[in-house]
């Protein structure tokens, strides 16, 4: 079937479609390093680009093949490169628009490792960087210098869950002559498509909800172009951070239900933040789904639903935090995030524990903000776990 003008869910259903001389309704697991060829001629054209034909499993892999086109199709995009993490992803992103010589601007709060890389490997090879709050359009407009290439955005940010203009930015990039790369992790195409409001690279940690059953580790790029593509594709080939048959097949399977699973997580994540809001013990609550969100409006335009991500701010600091861990029973203590359990994260001792307070105060983090990734459970059974966590401050 040609999904390309199907609806969303028809597309996680059937889009990348691989079919197998078997008539298997689900691709088989080609759990193979090497192809073989029909003749010399073959091979010769399957190396020259002329036959659609398979040579090496880090070049290309009907598994791997069907996810990226998957990917790419629910992003609008042109094609997916799919890669062995998420954070692979970022750096083949890095690796192919910057150059030394090179400045990137992006937002403070983007995910941990895709900032500290950045600033502790990349001026090695002579790439630098500014970290704003990029919720304030003006302070990435005073960022932008005249070696500018690169503007690298996360909405909603983490775990401040801060709304940025995707407009506004791809308005820039276009003004500034720069790459603008987004970050579409805690959305996933079905609550955001940034190559659609003028982003040119989307990027995913597919961990998260694509995959949604936190049983893999896996990233794609997502271009607009084919020019960027074919700059892209030939890193990740050659670095060799490609995604193994087994976890493309895993990945393809988990991102069948992702409309489903977020619909679920979000109708959950609605009534425990209206809880929290209520709750005597909770200082605040940030969550894009209500009023008091300062970019209420903001995610209302970009987003087509609020998701299942919510920050709030115990009161009592650390200790209380602390409480709330040690006292949830369904929730698990765990970072990531997306997945079909619900996670509960507290970044003062948990994630960001080493960091001087000035430091964790830069990023957002306060010494009660606790993170929620709302899972598929019973909302009752969420909020009764949360209820007698709180119960114990
Ligand atoms: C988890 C995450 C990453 C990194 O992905 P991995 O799959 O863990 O390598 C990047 N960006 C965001 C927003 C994430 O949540």
């Not at 008539?23 to 193979?32: E, H, L, M, R």
């Not at 190559?195 to 909800?209: E, N, P, Q, R």
Request: proline residues 4%; negative net charge.
């Amino acid at each position: 079937m040609d999904t390309k003008k199907a609806g969303f869910n028809s597309k996680l259903i059937h889009a990348g479609g691989f079919k197998d001389t078997k008539g298997s309704a689900v691709t088989p697991i080609y759990q193979t390093s090497t192809f073989s060829f029909e003749s010399a001629d073959h091979g010769a054209a399957c190396f020259a680009g002329e036959s659609d034909g398979y040579i090496y499993t880090r070049l290309g892999n009907p598994n791997i093949e069907e996810l990226e086109k998957t990917v790419a199709e629910l992003e609008n995009g042109f094609g997916g490169i799919a890669t062995s993490s998420g954070m692979a992803a970022v750096n083949v992103c890095y690796l192919g628009l910057l150059s030394a010589g090179d400045h990137m601007v992006s937002h403070n709060a983007v995910y941990g490792p895709s900032r500290s890389i950045m600033e502790s490997l990349y001026p090695r090879f002579k790439v630098e960087s500014t970290y704003v709050d990029a919720t304030n359009i003006d302070n990435v407009l005073n960022a932008i210098r005249p070696n500018t290439k690169v503007l690298y955005i996360e909405t909603p940010a983490n775990p401040t869950i801060g709304i940025t203009d995707l407009k506004a930015m791809a308005k820039i990039a276009k003004e500034h002559n720069l790459k603008l790369v987004v970050d579409n992790t805690f959305c996933s195409p079905y609550l955001q498509k940034p190559l659609d409001l003028g982003a040119d690279i989307v990027l995913h940690s597919m961990t998260k909800f694509i995959n949604g059953h936190a049983d893999i580790v896996a990233g794609m790029v997502v271009t607009k172009t084919e020019e960027d593509y074919k700059l892209l594709k030939p890193i990740m080939m050659n670095i060799g951070c490609n995604m193994d048959p087994h976890q493309a097949w895993l990945t393809r399977r988990g991102l069948k239900t992702l409309a489903i699973r977020i619909e679920r997580a979000q109708e959950s994540a609605i009534k425990v933040a209206d809880y929290l809001e209520s709750h005597p013990k909770v200082e605040w609550v940030l969550y894009p789904g209500l009023k008091s969100h300062p970019q209420y409006e903001l995610g209302k335009e970009q987003m087509s639903g609020p998701g299942a991500m919510i920050s709030f701010e115990v009161k009592g600091g650390l200790k209380s935090g602390k409480i709330v861990m040690n006292s949830v029973k369904m929730a698990l203590l765990a970072v990531s995030l997306g997945g079909i359990e619900t996670l509960i994260q507290h970044p003062a001792s948990m994630t960001h524990s080493k960091l001087s307070d000035e430091k964790q105060l830069e990023g957002g983090i306060t010494k009660g903000l606790i993170r929620l990734s709302i899972g598929i459970e019973d909302v009752e059974d969420i909020i009764t776990d949360l209820d007698q966590a709180l119960a114990q401050i």
